[in-house]
């Protein structure tokens, strides 16, 4: 049943409307009758009427400053004005706000049961709508996750148009923060190829483990984006903080989750990626480097990721690695060669240096501060690898030189 309201100072009208009604034989319900505008507002807030019908001339509050008030507490009402022809203004000025209908006085039956219908039929829509939107809405809250999920890794794969991208991120609510971004792209490495494992996991567990770790790392960049793609990838998405940050960004979480979780990853991460059209192309050439890498020797590959966690440390030696992978030195110095076409000290050179590059970006940081980040004991060491692989010295190259 729907509920309603009359409000007018005649009595005898008040309980004609009421009888009236009764007789249409309606899904209506009048639920109070008021003499005037002050005890129609109160009604209206302990009854919440979805039918009015207001009398445009009432003492204390009148009928237009009653639907003013009604329109502030109980917007979705249907009001339908009771006038006379002498009125007519007052009626004109009820229509510009917002009322569903008007009744001329002495109102006729077939004409209330009109305005009536059409009310309830009225109401009858908007509220099957309502119902509808708010379970689409449950749908969109309870599949949010997945529908994210969906769209992140159709977009990295470029099956969304440009302009289609921001209006399905804000439909989605995603948010990401203004100006460059980071994005690192994780890959879980086959578990045959861990030395000593003594846990065999579900590699769906696996990922969906990871991808939780990951989020967790990752709480105090925001706003964040972690997400896996149809590759089985875990992607992150995140605002570039400085070039230190930045830099030790991977190698912490490489550390992180293979403490927690006991198996190894591959992350590989771009700095400085220009809006929401330099993602896509980011992660395009994150995923060719990762891919890339399967071409090597699962031995090589335990290799570079071992060198690639650790080669920070200003004592890092082909022994150590070797030991950690379980091969002789000699037999993995011949594999490098073979798979990489360098050594050891070249490849672990290398990846110091370009480390070096990032950490050289950042004016804050002094090169002696840099040489020791990426593993060497003094600044003079430093230099003189990183001019013989870039061949000008980090000096030079922070006031604007530029290596291979």
């Known amino acids: 049943m729907w509920k309603m309201l009359i409000a007018d100072d005649e009595p005898k009208i008040r309980r004609g409307l009421a009888r009236l009604i009764d007789h249409l034989e309606i899904e209506v319900e ?29 003492p204390f509050l009148n009928g237009l400053e009653l639907i003013q008030e009604v329109q502030n507490i109980n917007p979705d009402c249907f009001v339908v004005v009771i006038t006379g022809y002498d009125e007519f203004t007052y009626a004109q ?51 949010l996750p997945l529908l994210r999920e969906r769209f992140l890794d159709e977009w990295m794969n470029g099956s969304i148009s440009k302009s289609d991208i921001q209006e399905q991120m804000d439909y989605l609510n995603i948010t990401l923060s203004e100006g460059n971004q980071g994005i690192m792209v994780i890959k879980l490495a ?25 989020t967790d790392l990752l709480k105090s ?51 400085s990626v220009g809006g929401l059209t330099g993602i896509c192309g980011a992660y395009e050439e994150l995923v060719r480097v990762i891919e890339n890498e399967q071409f090597n020797s699962p031995i090589v590959a335990l290799t570079k990721k071992y060198i690639d966690t650790h080669f920070h440390k200003i004592d890092l030696s082909l022994q150590e690695v ?28 290398q990846k110091r240096i370009q480390h070096a590059i990032k950490l050289l970006n950042d004016p804050t940081v002094k090169i002696y501060e840099v040489a020791e980040k990426v593993g060497y004991k003094g600044q003079h060491y430093f230099s003189t690898v990183f001019k013989k692989v870039l061949g000008l010295s980090p000096l030079e190259y922070r006031k604007g030189g530029k290596g291979h």
Not at 32 to 58: N, T
Not at 93 to 117: C, R
Request: proline share 4%.
């Open 190 to 214: 086959e578990q045959s190829h861990l030395p000593g494992a003594d846990k065999t996991w579900e590699r769906k567990l696996a990922l969906f483990a990871l991808q939780n770790v990951i």
């Open 30 to 58: 009048v639920v109070g009758l008021a003499e005037d505008g002050e005890m129609a507002l109160e009604m209206v807030k302990e009854h919440s009427p979805q039918l009015m019908l207001v009398d445009i001339c009432m």
């Open 322 to 349: 070797s030991d950690a992978i379980g091969i002789s030195p000699a037999y993995l110095s011949r594999l490098l060669r073979q798979d990489l076409g360098a050594s050891f000290i070249d490849y672990l050179s």
């Open 93 to 143: 000025k009820a229509v510009k706000l917002g009322v569903f209908d008007y009744l001329l006085k002495p109102i006729v039956q077939e004409q209330l049961q009109s305005v009536l219908h059409k009310a309830i039929e009225q109401l009858t829509l908007r509220t099957t709508q309502k119902k509808y939107s708010e379970w689409t809405n449950e749908q969109l809250k309870k599949n």
């Open 221 to 271: 960049w925001q706003p964040c984006l972690v997400f896996r793609d149809r590759k089985d990838y875990i992607v992150a998405i995140l605002p570039n903080k400085s070039w230190s940050e930045w830099v030790e960004l991977p190698k912490m979480i490489s550390e992180k989750v293979e403490s927690i979780l006991e198996f190894p990853i591959v992350v590989e991460a771009k700095e």
